[in-house]
């Protein structure tokens, strides 16, 4: 069983920034894929960004253009580098491993992480 370990999250305005970082405990074939999802109570998890070991981010819809991934390998971490953040971006935000980006995709992760909450209001 992977551990996964986020900070990072919080309170900003709009416009703000704000940097997710997600630690895991090993690495082994179920954290091939890393990444982050979030979700707002009541409604259904939304893929944020991931990234398979040594390769390039995938970013879903919401955080196109706004938001930077990476990974480091020697580290087992994943860092996610928010930009221009949006009330609509108020949500708890999960670290999560999976074994390729199509079972991240359909939210059938290997493990996740408690969560970190992520505030944009005036």
């Known amino acids: 069983q992977v551990t996964l370990v986020e900070s990072g999250g919080g309170s900003v305005q709009p416009g703000g920034s704000l940097r997710l970082s997600c630690v895991a405990s090993k690495s082994d074939d179920s954290t091939q894929f890393m990444g982050w999802f979030r979700q707002v109570l009541g409604k259904e998890r939304e893929g944020v960004a991931g990234?398979?070991?040594?390769?390039?981010?995938y970013y879903f819809a919401s955080a196109k253009g706004r938001f930077t991934l990476s990974r480091d390998v020697g580290k087992n971490s994943v860092n996610l580098q928010m930009h221009s953040l949006e009330p609509e971006d108020t949500a708890k935000y999960y670290c999560a491993t999976a074994a390729s980006l199509l079972d991240f995709t359909r939210g059938d992760y290997a493990s996740w992480g408690q969560g970190t909450q992520v505030t944009v209001s005036a």
């Open positions: 990234i398979y070991e040594g390769g390039s981010p």
